[in-house]
């Protein structure tokens, strides 16, 4: 199937989008503590989308989703459900939200360490999993091919000993939330060659111990690791560009960190 080719108009409203979902993260940030529940960020995030950007939720009663944001907890890879569950110390948590602007979607993940400690397998998976979004990130320029992107996320989790989740993806993203292509965040051999204008996500989840899945039969949606070891995961919305990609959903930090900037210039000279 034909990947749509965003006009110069459709990045800008995709600009606008990619940053309210960046601030969402931001502004949660100081939220992520011990004894919070899940349910109550995910309250103060939807008013925040709602009554202060003026924007909407993706995910609400995206087919039944019941809450604004996802929040995925150690075990959790995606697709947590916010809710009672209270926050501790040392625990790794995944904040995801996609928000919808003048009907353009932003769509960003990144981890917390609740309380800025935790065990050294999970900060190292931690670590490794933002890693592994920057490498897949850096492999794209327009006449790049999508399977790069994979193998450049699967060398750095050979590397630490983690697996790669291989039942969620990343995904075109633009006037619809989940569009082609269909980005895998492991070793493929999709040649899909990249265009100026495409937009999508990459979002790797990473695991401690196998990469098997296990979906909650009670809610229907949070996702686990089959083992109850860790999960990681972290995203950005792109867009394609002739040199490499504009991250559309970057945060200050990530640039005041120097590790990554919105414009990325990967096509080797
Ligand atoms: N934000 C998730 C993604 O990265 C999708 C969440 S769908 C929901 O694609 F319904 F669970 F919210
Ligand atoms: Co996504
Ligand atoms: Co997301």
């Not at 034909?2 to 601030?23: C, F, N, Q």
């Not at 800025?116 to 670590?127: A, D, F, M, Q, Y």
């Not at 204008?197 to 296990?214: A, D, L, Q, R």
Request: glycine share 8%; with cysteine.
């Amino acid at each position: 199937m034909a990947v749509t080719l965003r006009s110069p108009h459709e990045i800008e409203l995709m600009r606008v989008a990619g940053k309210l979902a960046a601030d969402v993260l931001i502004m949660i940030e100081p939220y992520v503590k011990a004894g919070v529940t899940t349910g109550e960020l995910d309250d103060i995030c939807q008013d925040y989308i709602e009554n202060t950007q003026h924007a909407i939720s993706a995910c609400l009663g995206y087919h039944g989703y019941p809450k604004c944001v996802c929040i995925s907890v150690n075990e959790e890879i995606c697709h947590g459900i916010p809710g009672t569950r209270h926050l501790k110390n040392g625990d790794i948590v995944n904040i995801d939200v996609t928000v919808i602007k003048d009907n353009y979607y932003g769509d960003t993940s990144k981890m917390f360490i609740v309380g800025g400690h935790t065990v050294p397998i999970n900060s190292r998976l931690v670590k490794t999993t933002q890693e592994c979004l920057y490498a897949g990130l850096r492999t794209i320029y327009a006449g790049s091919n999508l399977m790069d992107i994979g193998a450049s996320i699967q060398k750095i989790a050979d590397r630490e000993g983690f697996s790669i989740v291989r039942d969620y993806c990343g995904h075109g993203i633009g006037n619809v939330f989940h569009d082609e292509p269909t980005v895998l965040h492991y070793k493929n051999k999709d040649s899909l060659v990249l265009q100026e204008g495409m937009t999508f996500t990459v979002e790797p989840m990473i695991n401690v111990g196998t990469w098997k899945t296990k979906v909650n039969k009670k809610n229907g949606w949070t996702v686990t690791t089959a083992d109850k070891l860790g999960s990681a995961q972290y995203e950005h919305t792109i867009v394609v560009t002739k040199d490499g990609c504009e991250v559309l959903t970057i945060r200050p930090e990530e640039e005041e960190a120097g590790v990554i900037s919105r414009i990325l210039h990967n096509r080797p000279e």
